[in-house]
């Protein structure tokens, strides 16, 4: 009874934040005795599982998340400084006051700092000019390329758009060649920055500036240019404190991963002063900028000339990975995975603190639900992770360290990188948790709307469902799913933010700007918390393969009328139809199975349906991995090796195609590889022998 009576007041928002000083002053502790909770340890009936999860969303506090995420952000932390590392102990320090379970993993990996920059402009009619330095006055980390190499470089200014290959062609066509030149990019049109210098380097550049529109005019927007994930030192593997193997800085497979040309990031201000002092042609009128008198631009080159020069400092720096493990009662060897990365290029309030204040506050009502004689089916870990910002280094390594009970145990992994950048969820996933994602949305009430759920704002924003897939590599879900082939998810609210990784990127603009009253990130704990808590708490797992098999014949559609009849679908066609087939075997199977009361033999049951389900996706893995990227082993989501590839889907055969549209031969291989993983996939699902 005295249940019932908490969850009707923790319905009413405006008696939640009392309550819960109410629990503070009196020790909520206390009331576990008191409370007559028998189920611990014992079969949970569906019901009271219900019970747990709608207390969960009730729990909601944005007061608490606001101190988290002001605590978080009171000092610059980037990566591998004592600032960082204090970050690391106060994730710690809140994980042990809630009483769960830690632990802290720490790795020895390879990072890039800017030790000295200048950047001058000899305008031909002003003299010489120092520019670039658009973020005076803030104690952070100047705005620089990690993993840049050092160097000078001085040339004329070139204005070469997004950075990608048609733009090169269209410079060509206006007779403009970058060859030692200080090439200007914006950045977007889906490319990396290190993707960026790489082609300007090719075409012959001595260096690159960068500048983002969308960012204030006096941002500066920081960035890595490290190529693939992880630490360059340790490939492939974990770069361990102690003992493991690491190859040299000059090793050809770690100079790799670097460009060879300088490269720096400058505000749009600075890039309008360089751009305004150009003659040659006009700019192309399809490069419409985002600039004062943006379209009387022409795009150079010269005559100013830049002179440039980085001087960074690369290290060896311990990075540390900080965990919270809440012990699945039944499967405690069934892992649900919740991540989001804790280093910041300055303050970090959006990214990725926005995030972290959310998963800090899903653990504190996980360790209520705890007092309450909540105890989840599955394992539940907390994952906050370090070093994202240099190349997903934190949690790269602790993939490629745990990468056996990863790839037998982790159910799925659910990512939040940036929770609140702005108004209007956005999220991801792979297939076969879309209907779960959507069944979530419509529990937790919409943080903009009054009365209205998050799935029917978002319904009626997309006009219809819009999840997105997963083949970035921009955040930590890249090695689960990538590498591991563990079904993901990623979420936020809001899109291009306009301090992304620059010094406003701090508490006060959080409060004034992207969520005064923290109602966003509230709901983005109530998302991930109550998604996470129904995959641990499910008895078969809420995984539909049929939204997988629909998805991968889109896909197959729009490659096929794409490469027009010059290669065969069949071998992908036949095994999309058995993966349709085998799934609504599955989905009947699963529902006979829910219906049934538990016995010892049905338990059995349930865990090998389970196995099937959640081996699945591992089906998509091959073990070349991605032609000409082979960390890479997901054959249906990852980076093709064209920035600017079209497909966002089947990155072996988009590879295939950029590298020649004509060789239909090496173009069919790798059809026939997404084919047979596909297939995998199906046997995995039917669990027996062919
Ligand atoms: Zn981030």
Same mark, same amino acid.
């Given at each position: ?18 309550? #819960?000083?109410?629990?503070? #002053? ?12 028998? &189920? ?9 599982? =219900?019970?747990?999860?709608? &207390? ?38 809140? =994980? ?31 003299? +010489? ?13 100047? %705005? ?83 190529? /693939? ?41 600075? @890039? /309008?002063? #360089? ?23 022409? $795009? ?35 892992? $649900? ?6 280093? @910041? !290029? ?7 603190? +926005? ?84 069944? $979530? ?67 006060? !603009? ?17 998302? !991930? ?16 393969? +049929? ?23 069949? %071998? ?63 054959? #249906? ?13 089947? %990155? ?19 059809? !026939? ?18």
């Amino acid at each position: 009874m005295i249940h019932q009576l908490f969850s009707s007041i923790f319905r009413q928002p405006i008696f939640t934040f009392s309550f #819960i000083v109410f629990l503070c #002053i009196f020790g909520f502790f206390t009331f576990d005795s008191s409370l007559n909770y028998t &189920t611990k340890k014992t079969h949970k009936s569906s019901s009271s599982i =219900f019970h747990y999860h709608s &207390t969960f969303i009730s729990l909601s506090s944005n007061y608490t998340v606001s101190e988290y995420l002001r605590s978080l952000t009171l000092h610059p932390h980037l990566a591998g400084t004592q600032e960082g590392y204090q970050t690391t102990q106060y994730v710690k320090t809140h =994980f042990e006051s809630l009483g769960l379970d830690n632990k802290v993993s720490e790795y020895k990996v390879l990072l890039s700092y800017p030790e000295f920059l200048s950047l001058t402009a000899y305008f031909s009619n002003l003299g +010489s000019k120092e520019i670039g330095f658009s973020e005076v006055g803030f104690d952070v980390v100047k %705005p620089y390329h990690a993993y840049s190499p050092s160097g000078m470089a001085v040339g004329k200014a070139v204005f070469a758009n997004y950075g990608r290959e048609e733009d090169y062609h269209e410079l060509e066509v206006l007779g403009v060649n970058v060859s030692g030149c200080v090439v200007i990019v914006r950045r977007g049109e889906g490319m990396s920055r290190g993707g960026v210098v790489r082609v300007a380097e090719a075409r012959g550049a001595v260096a690159v500036l960068t500048y983002t529109e969308g960012v204030y005019v006096k941002g500066v927007e920081r960035g890595t240019v490290m190529k /693939g994930l992880g630490d360059p030192l340790s490939p492939g593997w974990a770069s361990v404190v102690e003992g493991g193997e690491r190859l040299g800085r000059n090793d050809k497979e770690v100079e790799d991963r670097f460009p060879k040309i300088p490269s720096m990031p400058i505000s749009i201000e600075t @890039a /309008g002063v #360089i751009l305004r002092s150009l003659e040659g042609p006009k700019l192309p009128e399809k490069w419409e900028l985002a600039l004062n008198n943006g379209n009387d631009v022409r $795009i150079g080159p010269g005559p100013t000339v830049l002179n440039y020069t980085f001087q960074g400092e690369e290290k060896i720096a311990t990075i540390y990975d900080v965990f919270a493990v809440i012990r699945g009662s039944e499967e405690p060897d069934r892992y $649900i995975l919740l991540g989001n990365h804790r280093d @910041a !290029w300055t303050f970090g309030a959006v990214d990725p603190n +926005s995030g972290t204040a959310a998963l800090l506050d899903v653990a504190r009502r996980y360790a209520m639900l705890m007092r309450l004689g909540w105890s989840p089916r599955r394992t539940i870990i907390l994952c906050s992770w370090d070093a994202e910002e240099f190349g997903m280094i934190g949690s790269t390594e602790w993939v490629e360290l745990n990468i056996m009970n990863l790839g037998s145990k982790a159910v799925a992994y659910l990512n939040v990188d940036c929770a609140v950048q702005g108004s209007g969820l956005f999220a991801s996933a792979t297939p076969q948790l879309d209907d779960l994602l959507v069944e $979530i949305m419509k529990k937790i009430e919409d943080p903009d709307a009054e009365a209205k759920t998050i799935f029917e704002q978002w319904f009626a924003r997309n006009k219809g469902i819009n999840i997105q897939r997963l083949s970035g590599v921009d955040s930590d879900f890249a090695p689960f799913l990538q590498h591991v082939g563990v079904p993901s998810v990623d979420m936020y609210y809001g899109k291009d933010f306009p301090v992304y990784h620059t010094a406003f990127d701090s508490y006060d !603009w959080m409060i004034t700007h992207g969520d005064p009253l923290f109602k966003r990130h509230a709901a983005v704990a109530g998302l !991930w918390g109550l998604l996470a808590l129904r995959l641990a708490d499910d008895t078969i797992l809420p995984f539909n393969y +049929s939204s997988y098999a629909i998805q991968l014949q889109e896909y197959t559609n729009i490659l096929s009328d794409m490469l027009d009849g010059h290669v065969s679908f069949t %071998p992908i066609t036949t095994s999309v139809k058995n993966l349709l087939a085998v799934a609504q075997e599955v989905e009947e199977e699963a529902q006979k199975l829910r219906m049934e009361e538990t016995s010892t033999d049905m338990e059995l049951r349930k865990r090998m349906l389970n196995d099937r389900l959640m081996l699945a996706e591992r089906g998509f893995l091959d073990a070349d991995g991605l032609l000409g990227n082979r960390w890479f082993k997901h054959l #249906i989501y990852g980076p093709s090796n064209k920035c600017d590839s079209k497909l966002s889907f089947f %990155p072996s055969i988009a590879n295939a195609i950029s590298e020649s549209k004509e060789n239909e031969v090496a173009i069919q291989h790798e059809i !026939w590889r997404v084919a047979r993983a596909i297939q995998r996939a199906v046997d995995a699902l039917k669990g027996d022998f062919r």
